[in-house]
């Protein structure tokens, strides 16, 4: 019997991607853990140097199957950042003392509702909607105001 290997602790830097057309229809999904909690897209970093729109477009592919990189898809950094409590319940994910979250806010605008690849042990449902109703749906508040940023920020990518 060998040893066990270490378990590697959560980064406690993630992101937060707004997928969404120019009209400004938002893309929601369903945890998989937790029914009725419709969110955006998250996850954290793999390792702290990963920069934060690499972890944007790894977590699009991995929870939707889309390319973030796609010629006619604009993935950019709206630089909001999120800062948080992490929940108890979750604390034993990340390094002993570790008790906030940064959360970096992304925005990537997609030519129209598509089907989007779920990954199921994360996911169970998706749904389109124009902004406001995504609003309404998200369970996280940080979600629900960076969806509120879209008709400032036009839907379409700012230079």
Request: proline share 9%.
């Amino acid at each position: 019997m060998g040893a066990e290997p270490a378990r590697a602790f959560k980064v406690p830097q993630s992101v937060l991607v707004v997928i969404h057309t120019p009209a400004l229809e938002v893309l929601l999904i369903e945890r998989a853990d937790a029914p009725g909690f419709w969110q955006s897209v998250t996850g954290s970093k793999d390792t702290f140097d990963e920069p934060f729109e690499r972890t944007a477009a790894r977590e699009v592919q991995e929870e939707t199957g889309l390319d973030a990189g796609a010629s006619d898809h604009a993935l950019r950094d709206w630089g909001l950042e999120n800062v948080y409590e992490i929940y108890p319940q979750w604390r034993h994910r990340y390094a002993p003392g570790v008790t906030h979250n940064t959360e970096r806010v992304f925005g990537l605008c997609v030519p129209r509702p598509v089907p989007v690849r779920l990954e199921p042990r994360e996911h169970r449902d998706q749904v389109w909607l124009p902004w406001r109703d995504a609003v309404e749906r998200c369970f996280s508040p940080s979600n629900a105001e960076a969806i509120a940023w879209l008709p400032r920020l036009g839907g379409m990518p700012r230079q």
